[in-house]
Protein backbone atom coordinates (compact mmCIF):
# COMPACT_ATOMS: atom_id res chain seq x y z
CA UNK A 1 0.00 0.00 0.00
CA UNK A 2 1.02 3.78 -0.44
CA UNK A 3 -0.38 6.98 -2.16
CA UNK A 4 -0.15 7.92 -5.64
CA UNK A 5 3.10 9.21 -7.11
CA UNK A 6 2.70 13.06 -6.56
CA UNK A 7 2.62 13.34 -10.88
CA UNK A 8 -0.73 11.46 -10.97
CA UNK A 9 -2.40 14.61 -8.85
CA UNK A 10 -4.89 16.10 -11.29
CA UNK A 11 -8.02 18.81 -10.67
CA UNK A 12 -10.34 16.51 -11.65
CA UNK A 13 -9.57 13.78 -9.10
CA UNK A 14 -9.90 16.14 -5.98
CA UNK A 15 -13.03 18.10 -7.19
CA UNK A 16 -16.67 16.19 -6.73
CA UNK A 17 -19.33 16.55 -9.56
CA UNK A 18 -22.43 17.17 -9.66
CA UNK A 19 -24.90 16.24 -12.49
CA UNK A 20 -27.87 18.72 -13.72
CA UNK A 21 -30.56 17.26 -15.69
CA UNK A 22 -31.69 20.44 -17.08
CA UNK A 23 -35.38 19.53 -17.87
CA UNK A 24 -36.21 18.47 -13.98
CA UNK A 25 -33.83 21.53 -12.19
CA UNK A 26 -35.12 24.79 -11.74
CA UNK A 27 -37.79 25.93 -14.09
CA UNK A 28 -37.14 29.97 -14.37
CA UNK A 29 -39.90 30.93 -16.83
CA UNK A 30 -43.12 28.95 -15.47
CA UNK A 31 -43.41 26.83 -18.69
CA UNK A 32 -42.93 24.14 -16.57
CA UNK A 33 -39.50 22.88 -18.17
CA UNK A 34 -36.17 23.49 -16.30
CA UNK A 35 -33.60 25.81 -17.88
CA UNK A 36 -30.43 27.22 -18.00
CA UNK A 37 -31.40 30.79 -16.36
CA UNK A 38 -32.62 28.27 -13.52
CA UNK A 39 -29.56 26.43 -13.31
CA UNK A 40 -28.05 30.13 -12.94
CA UNK A 41 -30.12 30.76 -9.91
CA UNK A 42 -29.34 28.16 -7.86
CA UNK A 43 -25.24 27.82 -8.32
CA UNK A 44 -24.77 29.33 -4.87
CA UNK A 45 -26.86 26.21 -3.15
CA UNK A 46 -24.37 23.74 -5.53
CA UNK A 47 -21.52 26.07 -4.37
CA UNK A 48 -22.16 26.05 -0.53
CA UNK A 49 -23.02 21.74 -1.24
CA UNK A 50 -19.04 21.77 -1.90
CA UNK A 51 -19.35 20.09 -5.37
CA UNK A 52 -16.47 21.54 -7.52
CA UNK A 53 -18.04 20.47 -11.08
CA UNK A 54 -21.14 20.66 -12.68
CA UNK A 55 -22.11 18.42 -15.24
CA UNK A 56 -25.13 19.42 -17.47
CA UNK A 57 -27.02 16.69 -19.15
CA UNK A 58 -27.41 17.55 -23.41
CA UNK A 59 -28.59 20.79 -23.36
CA UNK A 60 -28.36 20.99 -26.98
CA UNK A 61 -31.13 21.58 -29.77
CA UNK A 62 -32.84 18.11 -29.98
CA UNK A 63 -36.67 17.09 -30.69
CA UNK A 64 -36.66 15.29 -27.41
CA UNK A 65 -36.94 11.91 -28.28
CA UNK A 66 -34.83 10.57 -25.38
CA UNK A 67 -34.57 14.10 -23.48
CA UNK A 68 -31.87 15.35 -25.22
CA UNK A 69 -29.87 12.54 -25.76
CA UNK A 70 -30.99 13.06 -29.73
CA UNK A 71 -29.34 15.56 -30.96
CA UNK A 72 -29.88 17.95 -34.20
CA UNK A 73 -27.48 20.51 -33.35
CA UNK A 74 -24.40 20.60 -31.19
CA UNK A 75 -23.68 23.93 -31.03
CA UNK A 76 -27.30 25.50 -30.53
CA UNK A 77 -29.22 25.43 -27.16
CA UNK A 78 -32.25 23.96 -27.22
CA UNK A 79 -34.83 27.03 -27.22
CA UNK A 80 -37.18 25.90 -23.93
CA UNK A 81 -33.52 25.89 -21.99
CA UNK A 82 -32.08 29.37 -22.71
CA UNK A 83 -29.68 30.39 -25.49
CA UNK A 84 -25.82 30.12 -25.80
CA UNK A 85 -25.49 33.66 -24.30
CA UNK A 86 -27.21 31.62 -21.06
CA UNK A 87 -24.69 29.20 -21.15
CA UNK A 88 -21.94 31.86 -21.33
CA UNK A 89 -23.29 33.32 -18.26
CA UNK A 90 -23.53 30.34 -16.57
CA UNK A 91 -19.82 29.39 -16.96
CA UNK A 92 -18.99 33.14 -15.27
CA UNK A 93 -20.82 32.35 -12.46
CA UNK A 94 -18.76 29.00 -12.24
CA UNK A 95 -15.64 29.99 -12.80
CA UNK A 96 -16.44 33.27 -10.87
CA UNK A 97 -16.41 30.73 -7.31
CA UNK A 98 -13.83 28.06 -8.71
CA UNK A 99 -16.44 25.68 -10.24
CA UNK A 100 -15.81 23.53 -13.37
CA UNK A 101 -18.73 23.06 -16.43
CA UNK A 102 -18.93 19.72 -17.88
CA UNK A 103 -20.88 19.55 -20.90
CA UNK A 104 -22.42 15.70 -22.29
CA UNK A 105 -21.06 15.04 -25.24
CA UNK A 106 -23.47 12.61 -27.62
CA UNK A 107 -21.40 11.72 -30.37
CA UNK A 108 -22.50 7.44 -30.72
CA UNK A 109 -25.39 8.93 -32.82
CA UNK A 110 -27.31 12.06 -33.37
CA UNK A 111 -30.86 12.74 -33.59
CA UNK A 112 -32.63 11.69 -37.37
CA UNK A 113 -33.30 15.70 -37.82
CA UNK A 114 -29.71 16.43 -37.52
CA UNK A 115 -28.53 18.15 -40.84
CA UNK A 116 -26.09 15.23 -41.56
CA UNK A 117 -28.49 12.63 -41.30
CA UNK A 118 -31.18 14.41 -43.36
CA UNK A 119 -28.65 14.29 -46.42
CA UNK A 120 -27.47 11.46 -45.74
CA UNK A 121 -30.94 9.79 -45.86
CA UNK A 122 -31.70 11.00 -49.09
CA UNK A 123 -29.58 9.16 -51.73
CA UNK A 124 -26.92 6.03 -51.34
CA UNK A 125 -24.72 9.13 -53.66
CA UNK A 126 -25.50 11.62 -51.18
CA UNK A 127 -21.75 12.78 -49.52
CA UNK A 128 -23.32 11.91 -46.14
CA UNK A 129 -24.33 8.92 -46.62
CA UNK A 130 -21.53 7.19 -45.15
CA UNK A 131 -21.73 9.53 -41.88
CA UNK A 132 -24.53 6.41 -40.85
CA UNK A 133 -24.63 2.49 -40.75
CA UNK A 134 -26.62 1.41 -43.79
CA UNK A 135 -26.98 -1.61 -45.17
CA UNK A 136 -29.60 -3.80 -47.55
CA UNK A 137 -32.13 -5.62 -46.75
CA UNK A 138 -31.71 -9.55 -45.95
CA UNK A 139 -34.51 -11.49 -47.04
CA UNK A 140 -35.66 -14.76 -45.79
CA UNK A 141 -36.79 -18.07 -47.02
CA UNK A 142 -40.46 -16.54 -47.72
CA UNK A 143 -39.02 -13.67 -49.44
CA UNK A 144 -39.61 -11.49 -46.15
CA UNK A 145 -37.25 -8.72 -45.91
CA UNK A 146 -35.48 -8.74 -42.55
CA UNK A 147 -32.74 -6.32 -40.75
CA UNK A 148 -29.38 -7.15 -41.63
CA UNK A 149 -28.49 -9.12 -38.44
CA UNK A 150 -30.61 -9.51 -35.65
CA UNK A 151 -29.10 -7.00 -32.84
CA UNK A 152 -31.17 -5.65 -30.64
CA UNK A 153 -31.75 -2.06 -29.77
CA UNK A 154 -31.36 -1.29 -25.88
CA UNK A 155 -34.73 0.08 -26.15
CA UNK A 156 -36.84 -3.09 -27.32
CA UNK A 157 -37.23 -4.36 -30.98
CA UNK A 158 -34.24 -4.44 -33.78
CA UNK A 159 -31.39 -2.08 -34.09
CA UNK A 160 -32.26 -1.68 -37.30
CA UNK A 161 -34.91 0.64 -39.13
CA UNK A 162 -36.09 0.53 -42.46
CA UNK A 163 -35.58 3.54 -44.67
CA UNK A 164 -38.02 3.19 -48.17
CA UNK A 165 -36.27 5.77 -49.78
CA UNK A 166 -33.01 4.03 -50.51
CA UNK A 167 -34.16 0.61 -49.73
CA UNK A 168 -31.76 0.11 -46.85
CA UNK A 169 -31.54 0.08 -43.24
CA UNK A 170 -29.64 2.33 -40.39
CA UNK A 171 -28.10 1.17 -37.50
CA UNK A 172 -29.74 2.58 -34.49
CA UNK A 173 -28.40 1.35 -31.08
CA UNK A 174 -31.33 3.34 -29.52
CA UNK A 175 -34.62 4.96 -30.64
CA UNK A 176 -35.21 4.82 -33.95
CA UNK A 177 -34.74 8.33 -34.08
CA UNK A 178 -31.27 7.94 -32.62
CA UNK A 179 -28.98 6.97 -35.64
CA UNK A 180 -25.90 5.51 -35.36
CA UNK A 181 -22.65 7.80 -36.73
CA UNK A 182 -19.99 6.06 -38.76
CA UNK A 183 -16.81 6.11 -36.82
CA UNK A 184 -15.27 4.48 -39.09
CA UNK A 185 -15.69 7.80 -41.66
CA UNK A 186 -12.77 10.12 -40.68
CA UNK A 187 -14.98 13.11 -41.40
CA UNK A 188 -17.49 11.87 -38.66
CA UNK A 189 -14.30 11.82 -36.45
CA UNK A 190 -13.22 15.17 -37.71
CA UNK A 191 -16.65 16.33 -37.01
CA UNK A 192 -16.00 15.17 -33.13
CA UNK A 193 -13.71 16.84 -32.96
CA UNK A 194 -14.86 20.23 -33.82
CA UNK A 195 -17.42 19.97 -31.77
CA UNK A 196 -15.20 19.47 -28.54
CA UNK A 197 -13.36 22.24 -29.61
CA UNK A 198 -15.89 24.09 -29.93
CA UNK A 199 -17.22 24.14 -27.12
CA UNK A 200 -13.80 24.23 -25.05
CA UNK A 201 -12.64 27.53 -26.82
CA UNK A 202 -16.39 28.46 -25.26
CA UNK A 203 -14.62 28.00 -21.45
CA UNK A 204 -16.50 24.39 -21.02
CA UNK A 205 -14.24 22.27 -18.69
CA UNK A 206 -14.71 19.21 -20.72
CA UNK A 207 -17.45 16.08 -21.21
CA UNK A 208 -19.20 13.47 -19.66
CA UNK A 209 -19.37 10.94 -23.41
CA UNK A 210 -22.13 8.96 -24.25
CA UNK A 211 -21.84 5.42 -24.70
CA UNK A 212 -18.70 5.99 -25.52
CA UNK A 213 -17.33 2.63 -25.87
CA UNK A 214 -20.39 2.19 -28.68
CA UNK A 215 -18.45 4.39 -31.54
CA UNK A 216 -16.48 1.38 -32.95
CA UNK A 217 -18.03 -1.66 -34.42
CA UNK A 218 -17.51 -4.78 -35.58
CA UNK A 219 -17.44 -3.82 -39.52
CA UNK A 220 -18.71 -7.57 -40.31
CA UNK A 221 -22.00 -6.87 -38.45
CA UNK A 222 -22.49 -10.64 -37.38
CA UNK A 223 -25.36 -12.06 -35.63
CA UNK A 224 -25.07 -12.05 -32.50
CA UNK A 225 -25.00 -15.13 -30.21
CA UNK A 226 -26.69 -13.51 -26.95
CA UNK A 227 -29.83 -14.11 -25.59
CA UNK A 228 -30.01 -10.60 -24.08
CA UNK A 229 -29.79 -6.94 -25.32
CA UNK A 230 -28.31 -9.28 -28.77
CA UNK A 231 -25.24 -7.61 -30.87
CA UNK A 232 -23.43 -5.43 -27.68
CA UNK A 233 -20.51 -8.12 -27.98
CA UNK A 234 -19.81 -6.78 -30.82
CA UNK A 235 -19.88 -2.59 -30.79
CA UNK A 236 -18.98 -2.63 -26.92
CA UNK A 237 -15.17 -1.84 -26.89
CA UNK A 238 -15.18 -2.31 -30.61
CA UNK A 239 -11.85 -3.30 -32.68
CA UNK A 240 -10.77 0.39 -32.98
CA UNK A 241 -12.44 2.29 -29.59
CA UNK A 242 -8.60 2.73 -28.30
CA UNK A 243 -7.26 4.68 -31.34
CA UNK A 244 -10.93 6.84 -31.49
CA UNK A 245 -10.32 7.71 -28.07
CA UNK A 246 -6.55 8.44 -28.27
CA UNK A 247 -7.91 10.94 -30.53
CA UNK A 248 -10.33 12.76 -28.50
CA UNK A 249 -8.03 12.38 -25.66
CA UNK A 250 -5.17 14.34 -27.48
CA UNK A 251 -7.70 17.48 -27.58
CA UNK A 252 -8.62 16.68 -24.01
CA UNK A 253 -5.30 16.81 -23.14
CA UNK A 254 -4.65 20.07 -25.16
CA UNK A 255 -7.08 21.89 -23.07
CA UNK A 256 -5.96 19.94 -19.74
CA UNK A 257 -10.10 19.12 -19.92
CA UNK A 258 -11.76 16.54 -17.90
CA UNK A 259 -13.49 13.45 -19.24
CA UNK A 260 -15.72 10.48 -18.13
CA UNK A 261 -16.91 8.08 -20.67
CA UNK A 262 -19.96 6.09 -20.56
CA UNK A 263 -19.06 2.81 -20.72
CA UNK A 264 -21.68 -0.15 -20.46
CA UNK A 265 -22.17 -3.80 -21.55
CA UNK A 266 -18.67 -4.07 -21.25
CA UNK A 267 -17.53 -7.75 -22.32
CA UNK A 268 -13.59 -7.46 -21.24
CA UNK A 269 -12.61 -5.82 -17.97
CA UNK A 270 -9.39 -4.84 -19.36
CA UNK A 271 -11.14 -2.29 -21.73
CA UNK A 272 -11.70 -0.34 -19.21
CA UNK A 273 -8.28 0.07 -17.16
CA UNK A 274 -7.40 0.41 -21.06
CA UNK A 275 -9.51 3.26 -21.75
CA UNK A 276 -8.41 5.06 -18.16
CA UNK A 277 -5.07 4.18 -17.44
CA UNK A 278 -2.41 7.15 -16.55
CA UNK A 279 -0.25 6.65 -19.36
CA UNK A 280 -2.44 5.59 -22.24
CA UNK A 281 -4.06 9.37 -22.94
CA UNK A 282 -7.51 8.38 -23.60
CA UNK A 283 -10.13 9.51 -21.02
CA UNK A 284 -9.97 10.80 -17.25
CA UNK A 285 -12.49 7.93 -15.77
CA UNK A 286 -15.51 5.74 -16.90
CA UNK A 287 -18.38 4.61 -15.50
CA UNK A 288 -19.01 1.18 -15.35
CA UNK A 289 -22.15 -0.36 -14.74
CA UNK A 290 -21.28 -2.99 -12.04
CA UNK A 291 -23.61 -1.74 -9.18
CA UNK A 292 -26.29 -0.37 -11.91
CA UNK A 293 -26.97 -4.04 -12.87
CA UNK A 294 -26.81 -5.54 -9.29
CA UNK A 295 -30.73 -5.85 -9.30
CA UNK A 296 -31.33 -7.03 -12.98
CA UNK A 297 -32.68 -10.46 -14.20
CA UNK A 298 -32.16 -13.18 -16.02
CA UNK A 299 -34.06 -11.21 -19.12
CA UNK A 300 -32.70 -7.84 -18.33
CA UNK A 301 -32.83 -4.98 -16.26
CA UNK A 302 -37.33 -4.77 -15.97
CA UNK A 303 -36.81 -8.48 -15.08
CA UNK A 304 -36.70 -8.96 -11.04
CA UNK A 305 -32.90 -9.51 -9.37
CA UNK A 306 -31.85 -9.88 -6.32
CA UNK A 307 -28.85 -8.88 -4.54
CA UNK A 308 -26.54 -9.10 -1.39
CA UNK A 309 -24.09 -7.32 0.69
CA UNK A 310 -21.53 -9.42 -0.30
CA UNK A 311 -22.02 -8.98 -3.38
CA UNK A 312 -22.11 -5.21 -3.30
CA UNK A 313 -18.75 -5.36 -1.24
CA UNK A 314 -16.80 -7.89 -4.20
CA UNK A 315 -18.27 -5.20 -6.50
CA UNK A 316 -16.85 -2.02 -4.76
CA UNK A 317 -14.00 -3.61 -3.49
CA UNK A 318 -13.33 -5.17 -7.25
CA UNK A 319 -13.36 -1.60 -9.02
CA UNK A 320 -11.22 0.26 -6.03
CA UNK A 321 -8.53 -2.01 -6.50
CA UNK A 322 -8.54 -2.65 -9.93
CA UNK A 323 -8.08 0.96 -10.33
CA UNK A 324 -5.57 1.53 -7.93
CA UNK A 325 -3.21 -1.34 -9.06
CA UNK A 326 -4.12 -0.52 -12.72
CA UNK A 327 -2.95 3.86 -12.64
CA UNK A 328 -6.87 4.27 -13.50
CA UNK A 329 -9.44 6.40 -11.75
CA UNK A 330 -12.58 5.93 -10.58
CA UNK A 331 -15.90 7.82 -11.47
CA UNK A 332 -18.15 7.01 -8.15
CA UNK A 333 -21.87 6.73 -8.63
CA UNK A 334 -25.03 5.37 -7.40
CA UNK A 335 -27.46 7.85 -9.30
CA UNK A 336 -28.02 9.49 -12.55
CA UNK A 337 -30.58 10.24 -14.87
CA UNK A 338 -31.04 6.60 -16.17
CA UNK A 339 -30.54 5.31 -12.52
CA UNK A 340 -33.48 4.21 -9.76
CA UNK A 341 -32.69 6.86 -6.36
CA UNK A 342 -29.61 5.04 -4.48
CA UNK A 343 -32.20 5.38 -1.12
CA UNK A 344 -34.80 3.40 -2.81
CA UNK A 345 -32.49 0.71 -4.45
CA UNK A 346 -29.25 0.02 -2.36
CA UNK A 347 -30.70 0.74 1.68
CA UNK A 348 -34.31 1.46 2.97
CA UNK A 349 -36.92 4.26 1.28
CA UNK A 350 -39.75 3.53 3.89
CA UNK A 351 -40.67 6.44 6.44
CA UNK A 352 -38.54 5.26 9.72
CA UNK A 353 -35.18 4.64 7.84
CA UNK A 354 -35.43 6.86 4.98
CA UNK A 355 -33.35 9.75 6.34
CA UNK A 356 -30.61 7.54 7.73
CA UNK A 357 -30.60 5.83 4.49
CA UNK A 358 -29.83 9.07 2.42
CA UNK A 359 -27.05 9.68 4.95
CA UNK A 360 -25.26 6.47 4.55
CA UNK A 361 -25.01 6.93 0.87
CA UNK A 362 -23.68 9.89 1.16
CA UNK A 363 -21.11 8.52 3.58
CA UNK A 364 -20.22 5.53 1.70
CA UNK A 365 -19.83 6.97 -1.52
CA UNK A 366 -17.81 10.03 -0.84
CA UNK A 367 -15.05 8.50 0.83
CA UNK A 368 -14.17 5.83 -1.64
CA UNK A 369 -11.41 6.21 -4.37
CA UNK A 370 -12.65 8.39 -6.81
CA UNK A 371 -14.24 11.88 -7.99
CA UNK A 372 -17.78 11.29 -6.56
CA UNK A 373 -20.60 12.24 -8.67
CA UNK A 374 -24.14 13.51 -6.68
CA UNK A 375 -27.25 13.34 -9.21
CA UNK A 376 -29.48 16.13 -8.68
CA UNK A 377 -31.79 15.25 -5.70
CA UNK A 378 -29.61 13.11 -3.86
CA UNK A 379 -27.97 15.28 -1.87
CA UNK A 380 -31.29 15.56 -0.18
CA UNK A 381 -31.90 12.00 -0.26
CA UNK A 382 -34.81 11.91 -2.97
CA UNK A 383 -36.76 8.75 -3.20
CA UNK A 384 -38.23 6.60 -6.63
CA UNK A 385 -41.66 7.60 -7.77
CA UNK A 386 -44.24 6.66 -5.23
CA UNK A 387 -45.99 2.77 -6.68
CA UNK A 388 -49.41 4.16 -6.63
CA UNK A 389 -48.44 5.92 -9.90
CA UNK A 390 -50.27 5.37 -12.80
CA UNK A 391 -48.50 4.09 -15.91
CA UNK A 392 -49.23 7.40 -17.60
CA UNK A 393 -46.78 9.14 -15.03
CA UNK A 394 -44.22 7.72 -16.49
CA UNK A 395 -42.21 9.34 -19.26
CA UNK A 396 -39.06 7.60 -20.58
CA UNK A 397 -39.04 6.34 -24.04
CA UNK A 398 -37.23 2.78 -22.65
CA UNK A 399 -40.01 1.89 -19.98
CA UNK A 400 -42.42 2.71 -22.28
CA UNK A 401 -41.38 0.95 -25.54
CA UNK A 402 -40.81 -1.94 -22.53
CA UNK A 403 -44.54 -1.12 -21.57
CA UNK A 404 -46.22 -1.23 -24.93
CA UNK A 405 -44.68 -4.80 -25.50
CA UNK A 406 -46.69 -6.07 -22.73
CA UNK A 407 -49.65 -3.48 -22.18
CA UNK A 408 -52.41 -4.91 -24.18
CA UNK A 409 -50.99 -8.48 -24.00
CA UNK A 410 -50.10 -10.15 -20.87
CA UNK A 411 -52.14 -11.39 -18.22
CA UNK A 412 -52.69 -9.33 -15.34
CA UNK A 413 -50.23 -11.29 -13.06
CA UNK A 414 -47.39 -10.33 -15.38
CA UNK A 415 -48.11 -6.76 -15.99
CA UNK A 416 -48.46 -6.78 -11.97
CA UNK A 417 -44.97 -7.72 -12.08
CA UNK A 418 -43.94 -4.87 -14.53
CA UNK A 419 -45.51 -2.12 -12.99
CA UNK A 420 -42.96 -3.52 -9.47
CA UNK A 421 -39.96 -3.30 -11.53
CA UNK A 422 -40.62 -0.10 -13.85
CA UNK A 423 -41.09 1.03 -10.23
CA UNK A 424 -37.78 -0.34 -8.58
CA UNK A 425 -35.91 0.16 -11.99
CA UNK A 426 -37.25 3.03 -14.62
CA UNK A 427 -35.46 5.93 -15.81
CA UNK A 428 -38.19 7.98 -14.38
CA UNK A 429 -37.33 7.56 -10.60
CA UNK A 430 -34.64 9.59 -11.30
CA UNK A 431 -36.53 12.87 -13.87
CA UNK A 432 -39.14 14.08 -11.16
CA UNK A 433 -38.80 17.70 -11.01
CA UNK A 434 -36.13 18.63 -8.08
CA UNK A 435 -37.85 19.12 -4.74
CA UNK A 436 -36.55 22.99 -3.68
CA UNK A 437 -39.17 23.74 -0.98
CA UNK A 438 -42.88 22.51 0.34
CA UNK A 439 -44.46 25.66 -1.88
CA UNK A 440 -47.06 24.03 -4.68
CA UNK A 441 -44.31 21.78 -7.56
CA UNK A 442 -41.82 21.95 -4.83
CA UNK A 443 -40.58 25.18 -6.01
CA UNK A 444 -39.71 23.66 -9.17
CA UNK A 445 -41.64 25.51 -11.34
CA UNK A 446 -44.54 28.65 -10.91
CA UNK A 447 -46.37 26.96 -13.31
CA UNK A 448 -49.22 24.34 -12.62
CA UNK A 449 -47.94 21.57 -15.23
CA UNK A 450 -44.58 20.35 -14.54
CA UNK A 451 -43.44 18.52 -17.80
CA UNK A 452 -43.25 15.54 -14.95
CA UNK A 453 -45.19 14.86 -11.93
CA UNK A 454 -43.57 15.94 -8.60
CA UNK A 455 -43.06 13.20 -6.31
CA UNK A 456 -45.62 13.40 -3.84
CA UNK A 457 -43.13 13.46 -0.59
CA UNK A 458 -41.93 16.61 -1.57
CA UNK A 459 -43.12 18.31 1.39
CA UNK A 460 -41.14 16.13 3.83
CA UNK A 461 -38.19 15.77 1.16
CA UNK A 462 -36.95 19.06 0.36
CA UNK A 463 -33.36 21.35 0.04
CA UNK A 464 -34.78 24.51 1.78
CA UNK A 465 -35.68 22.83 4.78
CA UNK A 466 -32.76 20.83 4.82
CA UNK A 467 -30.57 23.43 4.61
CA UNK A 468 -31.69 24.69 7.56
CA UNK A 469 -31.07 21.70 9.70
CA UNK A 470 -27.41 20.88 10.07
CA UNK A 471 -29.00 17.44 10.63
CA UNK A 472 -29.78 16.76 7.79
CA UNK A 473 -29.09 14.51 4.68
CA UNK A 474 -27.46 17.97 2.55
CA UNK A 475 -25.34 18.47 5.16
CA UNK A 476 -24.50 14.74 5.76
CA UNK A 477 -23.11 15.43 2.16
CA UNK A 478 -21.83 18.94 2.68
CA UNK A 479 -19.69 17.42 5.48
CA UNK A 480 -18.50 14.27 3.59
CA UNK A 481 -17.43 16.12 0.41
CA UNK A 482 -15.58 18.82 3.11
CA UNK A 483 -13.85 16.24 4.97
CA UNK A 484 -12.99 14.37 1.99
CA UNK A 485 -10.86 17.64 0.39
CA UNK A 486 -9.14 18.48 3.78
CA UNK A 487 -7.70 15.01 4.39
CA UNK A 488 -6.90 14.25 0.60
CA UNK A 489 -3.76 12.63 0.92
CA UNK A 490 -5.71 9.95 2.95
CA UNK A 491 -9.44 9.98 0.79
CA UNK A 492 -7.92 11.36 -2.78
CA UNK A 493 -5.03 9.65 -2.98
CA UNK A 494 -4.75 6.89 -0.53
CA UNK A 495 -5.51 3.00 -0.62
CA UNK A 496 -8.20 1.35 -0.52
CA UNK A 497 -9.14 -2.12 1.27
CA UNK A 498 -12.19 -3.67 2.96
CA UNK A 499 -12.97 -4.42 6.47
CA UNK A 500 -14.46 -7.23 8.13
CA UNK A 501 -15.41 -8.64 4.76
CA UNK A 502 -17.46 -11.11 5.92
CA UNK A 503 -19.99 -9.12 7.68
CA UNK A 504 -23.46 -9.60 5.98
CA UNK A 505 -24.49 -6.53 7.47
CA UNK A 506 -21.64 -3.80 8.03
CA UNK A 507 -20.14 -2.55 5.39
CA UNK A 508 -16.78 -1.40 6.43
CA UNK A 509 -13.63 -0.09 4.70
CA UNK A 510 -10.26 1.72 4.93
CA UNK A 511 -8.35 4.24 3.44
CA UNK A 512 -4.83 5.17 3.62
CA UNK A 513 -2.64 7.53 2.54
CA UNK A 514 1.29 7.18 2.31
CA UNK A 515 2.60 8.48 4.95
CA UNK A 516 0.57 6.03 7.21
CA UNK A 517 -2.52 8.47 8.00
CA UNK A 518 -6.05 6.17 7.88
CA UNK A 519 -9.81 6.28 7.51
CA UNK A 520 -11.95 3.69 8.28
CA UNK A 521 -15.58 3.91 7.40
CA UNK A 522 -18.28 1.75 8.66
CA UNK A 523 -21.89 1.37 7.28
CA UNK A 524 -24.82 -0.44 8.80
CA UNK A 525 -26.57 -1.38 5.35
CA UNK A 526 -29.24 -3.16 7.57
CA UNK A 527 -32.48 -1.85 10.03
CA UNK A 528 -30.65 -4.16 12.97
CA UNK A 529 -29.37 -2.34 15.85
CA UNK A 530 -25.76 -3.70 15.32
CA UNK A 531 -22.43 -4.08 18.02
CA UNK A 532 -19.18 -4.16 15.35
CA UNK A 533 -15.99 -4.09 16.94
CA UNK A 534 -13.46 -2.04 15.59
CA UNK A 535 -10.77 -2.41 17.25
CA UNK A 536 -9.29 0.63 16.35
CA UNK A 537 -8.46 4.12 18.25
CA UNK A 538 -10.16 7.24 16.55
CA UNK A 539 -8.65 11.10 16.46
CA UNK A 540 -11.71 12.18 15.39
CA UNK A 541 -15.13 11.55 13.67
CA UNK A 542 -15.42 13.13 10.46
CA UNK A 543 -18.88 12.64 9.71
CA UNK A 544 -21.57 10.72 11.56
CA UNK A 545 -24.94 10.11 10.57
CA UNK A 546 -26.15 9.71 14.33
CA UNK A 547 -23.85 12.55 15.80
CA UNK A 548 -21.72 10.47 17.35
CA UNK A 549 -18.23 11.55 19.00
CA UNK A 550 -15.08 9.72 19.67
CA UNK A 551 -15.84 8.61 23.09
CA UNK A 552 -19.22 6.72 21.48
CA UNK A 553 -16.75 4.75 19.36
CA UNK A 554 -13.29 4.21 21.11
CA UNK A 555 -14.39 1.84 23.56
CA UNK A 556 -13.24 -1.41 21.67
CA UNK A 557 -16.99 -2.14 20.13
CA UNK A 558 -19.36 0.41 18.55
CA UNK A 559 -23.15 0.27 18.38
CA UNK A 560 -24.64 1.65 15.33
CA UNK A 561 -28.32 2.27 14.69
CA UNK A 562 -30.42 0.92 11.79
CA UNK A 563 -28.61 2.53 8.41
CA UNK A 564 -26.38 4.33 10.32
CA UNK A 565 -22.70 5.29 8.81
CA UNK A 566 -19.65 6.79 9.95
CA UNK A 567 -16.29 8.24 9.07
CA UNK A 568 -13.10 8.53 11.69
CA UNK A 569 -9.94 9.74 11.58
CA UNK A 570 -7.89 6.83 12.90
C1 LIG B 1 -26.87 7.02 -22.43
C2 LIG B 1 -27.65 8.10 -21.74
C3 LIG B 1 -29.10 7.78 -21.84
C4 LIG B 1 -29.48 7.72 -23.30
C5 LIG B 1 -28.59 6.77 -24.07
C6 LIG B 1 -28.70 7.01 -25.54
O1 LIG B 1 -26.99 5.80 -21.81
O2 LIG B 1 -27.22 8.25 -20.43
O3 LIG B 1 -29.92 8.67 -21.14
O4 LIG B 1 -30.81 7.32 -23.43
O5 LIG B 1 -27.23 6.94 -23.77
O6 LIG B 1 -28.12 8.24 -25.85
Not at 120 to 149: A, F, T
Not at 240 to 262: M, N, Q, T
Not at 491 to 497: I, L, N, Q, R, T
Amino acid sequence: MGSKPEQLRAWWKEGSVYQVYPASFQDSTGSGVGDLKGIISRVDYLKDLGVDIVWLSPIFKSPQHDMGYDISDYRVIDPPYGDITDVDVLRDALHARGMKLVLDLVMNHTSDEHEWFKESRKSKDNPYRDWYIWKPPRYDEQGNRCPPNNWQSHFQGSAWEYDETTDEYYLRLFCREQPDLNWENPAVRKAAHDVMRFWLDRGADGFRIDVINFISKDQSFPDSKQTVLRGTEHYACGPRLHEYLKELGAILKEYDAFSVGEMPCVHDEKELVRAVAADRGELSMIFHFELMDIDHGVNGKFSPGKWTLSTLKSKVNKWQRFMYDNNGWNALYLENHDQPRAVSRFVHDHPEHRVASAKLIAVFLAFQAGTPFIYQGQEIGMTNVPVEWDMDEYKDVDCLNHWGLFKDSADEATKAQLRMEYQKKSRDNARTPMQWDDSPQAGFTTGSAPWMRVNDNYKQINAASQVKDPESVYHTYRRALEKRKEHKDIFVYGDFELVDEANDRVFAYKRVAGNGDAALIVCNFSTDEVAWSSGVKAREVLVSSAGKKVDDVNGGEMRLGPCEAIALLL
